[in-house]
Nanobody, 125 residues
Framework: QVQLVESGGGLVQAGGSLRLSCAAS????????MGWFRQAPGKEREVVAA???????YYTDSVKGRITISRDNAKNTVYLQMNSLKNENTAVYYC???????????????????WGQGTQVTVSS
């Protein structure tokens, strides 16, 4: 049984940093595509960052230069390091996994098979 468990969210002041973690069980994150999405109140879910099985990455334009996606295969965990946070980054952040071994970087939610429960990130001014 595959499970993705996010952690690391919380309340942070604008300009601060957070590192979100997504611990996977039941399947390896190594050589699989993983993504981070977010959903703000009243808005649709959107991709934040994604990493392909061969470590190509994608970042949505609004976070480029401030956010980094990475994985630790030994810990079977994917991370989202977020720096210089802004009020508009407030959202529930979700981890997602595409365990079909695809080589491209999935940017759409429908490409992912498994989702975590989400972790709240609140940025205050």
């Amino acid at each position: 049984q595959v499970q993705l468990v996010e952690s690391g969210g919380g309340l942070v002041q604008a300009g601060g940093s957070l590192r979100l973690s997504c611990a996977a069980s039941g399947h390896s994150v190594s050589r699989n595509a993983m993504g981070w999405f977010r959903q703000a109140p009243g808005k649709e879910r959107e991709v934040v960052a994604a990493i392909s099985r061969n470590d190509n990455t994608y970042y949505t334009d609004s976070v480029k230069g401030r956010i980094t996606i990475s994985r630790d295969n030994a810990k079977n965990t994917v991370y989202l390091q977020m720096n210089s946070l802004k009020n508009e980054n407030t959202a529930v952040y979700y981890c997602a996994a595409d365990f079909r071994g695809t080589y491209y970087v999935p940017k759409q939610g429908k490409s992912y098979d498994y989702w975590g429960q989400g972790t709240q990130v609140t940025v205050s001014s």
